[in-house]
Nanobody, 125 residues
Framework: VQLQASGGGLVQAGGSLRLSCADSGRTLNYYRMGWFRQAPGKERDVVATINRSGLSTYYADSVKGRFTISRDNAKNTVYLQMNSLKPEDTAVYYC???????????????????WGQGTLVTVSS
């Protein structure tokens, strides 16, 4: 498994970015996919998650109404559309794959089995 996150960059406040996550050569047929982020000196926090079918999503309160997680199974890719970006959204963003359900919440980073390398998002004020 090799998750590859891309799409990060420098953007002004109020701007938009779209992150992508693909598993090279494989179908992203995992129980759940998630996007997490980690700002300097802070813990890695959940941003959004999506189930295998794409019909169930979860968002952190801080991004609700601004970010949208989606997946294109034909392209084996999960996306994170980020609109109305704020300086506090600045972080390294990671995609992660959870292979099965064991009763624990999908908002916890501990339940994910595979991680991408991260992509830096910087929002200037």
């Amino acid at each position: 498994v090799q998750l590859q996150a891309s799409g990060g960059g420098l953007v002004q406040a109020g701007g938009s970015l779209r992150l992508s996550c693909a598993d090279s050569g494989r179908t992203l047929n995992y129980y759940r996919m998630g996007w997490f982020r980690q700002a300097p000196g802070k813990e890695r926090d959940v941003v959004a998650t999506i189930n295998r079918s794409g019909l169930s999503t979860y968002y952190a309160d801080s991004v609700k109404g601004r970010f949208t997680i989606s997946r294109d199974n034909a392209k084996n890719t999960v996306y994170l559309q980020m609109n109305s970006l704020k300086p506090e959204d600045t972080a390294v963003y990671y995609c992660a794959a959870r292979t099965s359900y064991d009763g624990r919440s999908s908002s916890s980073s501990n339940v994910y089995d595979y991680w991408g390398q991260g992509t830096l998002v910087t929002v200037s004020s």
